[in-house]
């Protein structure tokens, strides 16, 4: 993994050192322009990562791809936590955000086996309390959808 | 400073502040006992309230928040064998030994009084130090002000993570993040693709709930729910004999203070780490030194003391120079940032009754904190008993609305995500994600003061070494890189000469 990491670093570095050098120059002057302090971001992850990749190629540390069924757990999990806020990011504007979030609560609830009765009531409870706080007491615009006013 | 005493004052018994203090105390306490859930996390979900409150009442409640969730981590240690926060790691086998040999109590009290000690000496630390380092700081110009930059940025690389490498690649990932947006020599706009969101900038409050706050909600859904069986806490007095312990081992109670403010102090080095330092420390001058890891309460006066000493100590620079010493501190410059004071000289003298009030709040806070805490030590095995799976979507839902609700904009929670998602890898993998903060943070700090000293200088260099606090500065950030370099010869060498 460690592997994998360095070398996606390093191509971010590269990329960031290389675009730097469509910055505009300040002519006629002999300071550094935007561009500078990038080349120097960039070209310093590009050594750094090299370092780790080097080191992992010699340890012969190969990325293991695991057997699906041993992380099955955490990455059904840690997926719905990413595909929870996609939802909310596309869909809050259509379904408003009591309904939107209502769903995102019991149904994160149910996958980690809270009880279903409890699900609901907390999951909604919980959705109301902080539509509360936050639009009327802290009067944030949350999204309200197609049935609100 | 009578008169912004007396304003303080006024501005803290407002019966708003005190409802918001007390409920930042509660929350704190919360946050705290629960396993898994940082004080960094539960600040990061705060701020989009402290937006909304005035300058005093807003860094009350972190103040107050923080100084009751490093206390409220030893709770868990004690009962169930799990630091509430990392900042109780460093004692957590001590003190769940002591506490199976039925001391929860004499544990719990000792860890209530040291934690307010600490807090107390941080605040006097920070209440004498920070007016004194303000005169220095008047002083400083952009070569200063870089070299400090860059030598913050070197200590949180290099002397606070376990692979210097490793830190400094987080510090030049939150560099590069710094540099999106519109930049301030030409005005021109960086890697923003022709993004409208982009040019302001990767906001910062999003970007820190992410790292900090969605980033914990990942590791949380990994691992099933534990239900460990609960200690039992006896009955009998806790105060008295606690007070007792501390007097016993005042020594350490000093010693551990002036450890925590130090470490504090330093930037991208916070609670944990000033705890590990005061536990090896006083393991090195104990008499008994065998016992520690086997349920001695010295080490837990020592580090008990040092974590929260250390919360003040961050504030020290973070109020004078604008370079956070913990990754809290990164927060509450961001949100000082927002509501238009930056921190600096400026402070102190513009705003001199935010300052005192700050001072104020920390001396309150931890006295608060011996009333406060005994009533979460009783009440502490219920909030234990709150199931994690029911608070993990719910603080994502917080995590959500947080990032949302600064600037109204949904890009912000897509900024929130996509940093959750790295901090989480990046993290996983030995990277540390305190660093890219202080990157993010303090790169505008580094590169606009390094333009400009290079302007001033006409692209000369020398300047950064010929004035005198510079010379220091730049001497020590220097110091700073060698050292991982000659650890790294002395390592090689002992390893040839075997």
């Not at chain 1, 509360?132 to 309200?144: A, C, K």
Request: charged share 10%.
């Amino acid at each position: 993994m460690e592997l994998i990491i360095s070398l996606i670093i390093f191509l971010s570095g590269g990329f960031i050192f290389g675009y730097a050098f469509t910055f505009p120059r300040m002519e006629g002057t002999n300071y550094p322009g935007p561009g500078f302090f990038p080349k120097v971001v960039g070209f310093g992850l590009m050594v750094l990562s090299f370092v780790f990749i080097v080191k992992n190629i010699k340890k012969r540390a190969w990325p293991r791809v695991p057997r699906f069924k041993e992380i099955k757990y955490e990455l059904i999990n840690v997926l719905a936590i990413i595909a929870s806020v996609l939802f909310y990011i596309y869909v809050s504007e259509y379904l408003g955000f009591l309904v939107t979030v209502s769903i995102i609560l019991v149904s994160l609830m149910l996958l980690l086996k809270v009880p279903w009765k409890k699900s609901f009531i907390l999951g909604i409870g919980a959705t109301v309390i902080t539509y509360l706080l936050f639009n009327r007491l802290l009067s944030v615009p949350l999204p309200g959808g197609f049935f609100m006013w | 400073m009578d008169g912004a005493l007396w304003n303080s004052l006024v501005q803290l018994s407002h019966p708003f502040t005190i409802l918001v203090i007390i409920l930042a105390s509660l929350y704190g306490l919360f946050i705290g006992s629960i396993p898994g859930l940082t004080a960094t996390m539960a600040t990061a979900l705060l701020v989009p309230f402290a937006f909304w409150l005035d300058p005093v009442p807003a860094l009350a409640s972190i103040v107050t928040m923080q100084a009751m969730a490093i206390f409220a981590g030893d709770i868990p240690a004690a009962i169930v064998r799990m630091p509430g926060t990392p900042a109780t790691a460093a004692y957590t086998e001590d003190s769940y030994t002591l506490g199976l040999q039925g001391k929860v109590r004499l544990v719990l009290g000792v860890d209530v009084v040291s934690s307010s000690f600490g807090g107390i000496m941080g605040a006097i630390a920070l209440i004498l130090g920070a007016p004194l380092l303000m005169k220095f700081a008047m002083q400083f110009t952009s070569y200063e002000y870089f070299w400090l930059a860059l030598l913050g940025l070197s200590t949180a690389a290099f002397i606070t993570t376990v692979s210097p490498l490793k830190g400094l690649i987080s510090v030049l990932l939150g560099l590069f993040l710094s540099t999106i947006g519109i930049e301030i020599t030409l005005g021109f706009s960086r890697y923003t693709f022709g993004s409208q969101n982009l040019l302001g900038g990767i906001s910062f409050i999003p970007a820190m709930i992410g790292l900090f706050g969605l980033a914990e909600v990942f590791r949380n859904v990994r691992k099933k729910e534990l239900q460990a069986p609960l200690a039992k806490i006896e009955k009998g007095k806790m105060l008295g004999p606690a007070l007792k312990v501390i007097w016993k081992y005042k020594i350490n109670t000093v010693r551990g203070g002036i450890i925590g403010i130090l470490v504090g102090a330093l930037p991208g080095a916070g609670a944990d780490i000033a705890a590990w330092l005061a536990y090896g420390i006083a393991k090195k001058f104990s008499k008994h030194p065998e016992k520690f890891g086997k349920g001695a309460i010295e080490p837990i006066v020592d580090a008990g003391v040092a974590n929260n000493s250390a919360l003040a100590g961050a504030w020290i620079p973070a109020l004078v120079f604008g370079i956070p010493g913990d990754s809290v501190t990164a927060i509450v410059i961001g949100i000082l940032m927002l509501k238009g004071l930056r921190p600096g000289p400026v402070i102190f003298h513009q705003y001199t009754d935010v300052l005192v009030s700050i001072y104020t709040v920390f001396i309150l806070a931890n006295l608060l904190m011996i009333p406060f805490g005994f009533l979460a030590i009783r009440v502490s095995s219920h909030a234990m008993r709150v199931s994690k799976n029911v608070l993990i979507p719910i603080i994502l839902l917080m995590c959500i609305v947080g990032s949302y609700a600064i600037n109204n904009n949904p890009f912000d929670i897509g900024v929130m995500l996509v940093m959750g998602i790295v901090g989480f890898i990046l993290e996983e993998n030995g990277f540390p994600v305190g660093p890219i903060v202080l990157g993010l943070i303090l790169g505008p700090i580094l590169e606009q003061n390094l333009m400009i000293s290079l302007i001033k200088s006409q692209g000369g260099v020398a300047q950064f070494f010929t004035r005198p606090v510079s010379a220091v500065l730049g001497a020590g950030t220097i110091v700073v890189w060698l050292l991982p370099v000659v650890s790294f010869i002395r390592r090689k060498l002992s390893v040839k000469s075997d």
